[in-house]
């Protein structure tokens, strides 16, 4: 019996193309060269699965394409926004996505940008390799203190509460937050002694952090906006690692420029790899390029959880992880 024919739309871990080269019939992309659109629609028309990444753009156009052979998209992230969900089901297409496995790694990264722009250490560093250190002194780069302060969270699933406990055990913040959807506060509430809101704006009204945990979609797309922003405090900062088009970016200029809010760290952007200018110029802000889950454990866990969703599929099994 022959194997099903799959595609790897970009570099994925040693490990994990091995076995997909194990597995199936399967077409690697060694240069790691983005798809266009015509490449992607002659997969779909090639190919029993395509195995795709957040960064390819899976529409209506891609999916609907006349000859379609796939039938199923493993999606390497837990997001899935890249993926026009309403034409996958017309189309009868299977979607998967790879959930769990970034969890820690992620909030390690939120972490991480929360520590850096609130004690100033990426503008540190650029300081020191510039030459300009002269040496300590008592005014120098002061900062703003982490522990004990207040982290607001918007959207309270797995990694915004790997987020919580990292801050709650081992920086003593206080934890607020706002998630409608959430199936258990009480859990939460009781874990991290944390405090529900019922609207966002509760969330940032004295928060000193603002950390972003909520999926893209069409009600979360600018989710924080110019009024918004202006109901956080001055010296608070954002935290995002959410998805890009959570943030009106433009409004978050504004926003820094204006001293409406103190500062931000950002590894997710509105329109990827495209970066607003004025966040590269500005030094009250941490830049990252999005590395959330960029672990080698977590990016094989990632790759060999999409090729457990296209195993189970062809088995005649429903996929573990499956969203359409």
């Not at 199923?72 to 017309?90: T, Y």
């Not at 797995?158 to 206080?174: L, N, T, W």
Request: aromatic share 6%.
């Amino acid at each position: 019996m022959s194997k099903p024919k799959v595609i790897v739309t970009r570099r994925w871990p040693e490990a994990v193309e091995k076995k997909i080269s194990e597995l199936f019939d399967a077409t690697l992309n060694t240069e790691d060269t983005p798809l266009s659109v015509a490449d992607l629609q002659d997969a779909m028309r090639t190919t029993d699965a395509v195995l795709c990444t957040v960064t390819d753009r899976m529409t209506a156009e891609v999916l609907s394409v006349d000859g379609r052979r796939a039938k199923i998209l493993g999606n390497f992230g837990v997001g899935f926004n890249n993926i026009d969900i309403e034409a996958a089901k017309a189309e009868g297409l299977v979607v998967t996505n790879t959930p769990e496995v970034l969890t820690d790694c992620t909030a390690d990264i939120a972490m991480t940008l929360l520590l850096s722009v609130a004690r100033r250490t990426g503008e540190g560093e650029r300081h020191l390799r510039g030459g300009e250190w002269t040496g300590w002194r008592p005014t120098h780069m002061m900062g703003a203190k982490v522990t004990g302060k207040k982290l607001g969270i918007i959207g309270m699933g797995r990694i915004a509460q790997a987020v919580a406990k990292k801050a709650y055990s081992g920086f003593d913040m206080k934890i607020a937050y706002y998630d409608p959807y959430l199936p258990d506060p009480d859990s939460v509430n009781k874990a991290f002694d944390a405090e529900s809101c019922g609207s966002i704006e509760a969330v940032l009204a004295d928060s000193d952090f603002v950390s972003l945990h909520c999926p893209a979609t069409l009600e979360t797309r600018h989710l924080m906006n110019a009024e918004r922003f202006k109901a956080m405090q001055p010296y608070a900062f954002l935290i995002n690692t959410a998805r890009g088009d959570v943030v009106d970016e433009a409004a978050l200029v504004a926003a820094l420029k204006a001293g409406t809010i103190a500062g931000a760290g950002l590894d997710v952007y509105e329109r990827e790899p495209e970066v607003t200018r004025e966040l590269l110029e500005m030094e009250n802000v941490v830049l990252l390029p999005h590395l959330g889950s960029a672990a080698l454990e977590t990016r094989e866990g990632m790759g060999f959880k999409v090729v457990a969703n296209v195993e189970a599929f062809f088995s005649g099994k429903e996929p573990p992880n499956r969203v359409a």
